[in-house]
């Protein structure tokens, strides 16, 4: 079973910038790789999504121009650079696989094999 590892969270002040990075072990093959987070209190919402073999994206209108999310194949790795955070992003981040191939839209209830999150804080 793929097991997904993330990393590069941690505290930032507003406008500030992050990259986070989620390892693959086994690789993503035809699978859509997510990037989800979760603030107390509030529901798991999608971010980003990415399709690996094509680099076809999506994302969430909260986060547009300003997080992009990338893909080294070569390293089975997913990123998420986010620029221009604000408090509002601040949540626990968690990268997540499609159950289904090719299957990129953000919905959590779609996605497995999830990391263990990764904390973001953006304080203003």
């Known amino acids: 079973q793929v097991q997904l590892l993330e990393s590069g969270g941690g505290s930032v002040q507003a406008g500030g910038s992050l990259r986070l990075s989620c390892a693959a072990s086994g690789g993503y093959s035809r699978k859509c790789m997510g990037w989800f987070r979760q603030a107390p209190g509030k529901e798991r919402e999608g971010v980003a999504s990415?399709?690996?073999?094509?680099?076809?994206?999506i994302y969430d209108d909260s986060v547009k121009g300003r997080f992009t999310i990338s893909s080294d194949n070569a390293k089975n790795t997913v990123y998420l650079q986010m620029n221009s955070l604000k408090p509002e992003d601040t949540a626990m981040y968690y990268c997540?696989?499609?159950?289904?191939?090719?299957?990129?839209?953000?919905?959590?209830?779609?996605?497995?094999?999830w990391g263990q999150g990764t904390q973001v804080t953006v304080s203003s």
């Open positions: 990415i399709y690996p073999g094509t680099g076809s994206t």
């Open positions: 997540a696989m499609s159950r289904r191939h090719g299957d990129c839209a953000l919905v959590a209830v779609n996605f497995v094999n």
